[in-house]
Each structure stands twice: as C-alpha cells, then as structure tokens.
C-alpha cells in the first residue's frame, strides 16, 4: 500500500465498525462504477479498464472531475488511489479488516500542493467531513444489502 503523506498539509484519518463481512464492504469499495449508488457527494465515477493497481478511473466527487491511478487493490483487504484535483494532489487508501464478527474500515487521505497549503485549515475540515460521510454512507449500504 502507497502510504498517505504524513508531512502533507491536510491529512486525516478516520474509522468506523461495520456490522458485515470484510467480503460485502470489499464488493461495494470495490465496485467503483456503481459508488455513485451509495455515496451522495459522487455524481459517476468509471473505471477505465481491470480492478487492479496502475488502473485509472474518473469520477465526479462534489462537482470536481478527477481522474485517479489505482496503486494497490488486495481483495477484501485494502483498496487505495492517488490523483490530483482542484489543486492538489491526493493519496487516498482503505483499509478493511476483521474484527469480532465486525468490519473495522479505516480511510487514511492526504493532500498536497500550494491551495492545499493557502486554505488549510478550510480543507482539512472539509476532508474530514468528507470521509465520516464516506464511511457513514458505506456502513449503511454494507448492513442493508
């Protein structure tokens, strides 16, 4: 896995516990043309080709287009991208773990660049919203399928 820019000016790190097999939240992250189904912030998003590290996809995440490389896909393990947007350059990473008949998910995201640097302290609230809704959103598509 691409480790996250611990030295970037906004980063975060948030996880949550859901009640389904690392199985079932492995098919839904994983399955990146349909996120649209189950995240409200994505407007499409398409992978361009096999789930697998060096593939690209684009995807619409609250009216920013972006396009993003795959840089690790370890089934019901972790799925991770990196890509630029807005600005900045980001590192994003999943990691999906058994725990006690729970699914711990973690989501570790960094950015990086000059507006990253200019509107830090807006960004970084901004990200962290961004993943609890992430993980909010996935918790309940994962324990109602």
Do not use: C
Not at 30 to 45: G, L, M, V, Y
Not at 59 to 74: A, C, D, E, F, Y
């Amino acid at each position: 896995m691409t480790s996250i820019n611990e030295n970037a000016p906004v980063k975060a790190r948030e996880s949550i516990q859901v009640q389904a097999t690392p199985q079932k939240v492995w098919e839904i992250l994983s399955d990146i043309n349909n996120w649209n189904k189950w995240n409200s912030d994505i407007q499409s998003a398409k992978l361009n080709g096999e789930l697998k590290a060096g593939t690209t996809f684009n995807w619409n995440n609250g009216g920013n287009k972006i396009t993003s490389t795959l840089h690790t896909v370890t089934p019901f393990k972790e799925i991770g991208w990196s890509g630029k947007a807005f600005g900045a350059f980001a590192i994003h990473n999943f990691t999906i773990t058994a725990d006690n008949g729970f699914t711990t998910v973690l989501i570790e995201e960094s950015m990086e660049g000059l507006l990253m640097r200019f509107f830090r302290g807006y960004m970084q609230k901004t990200l962290e919203g961004s993943i609890k809704k992430w993980l909010i959103q996935l918790k309940e598509t994962a324990e109602n399928i």
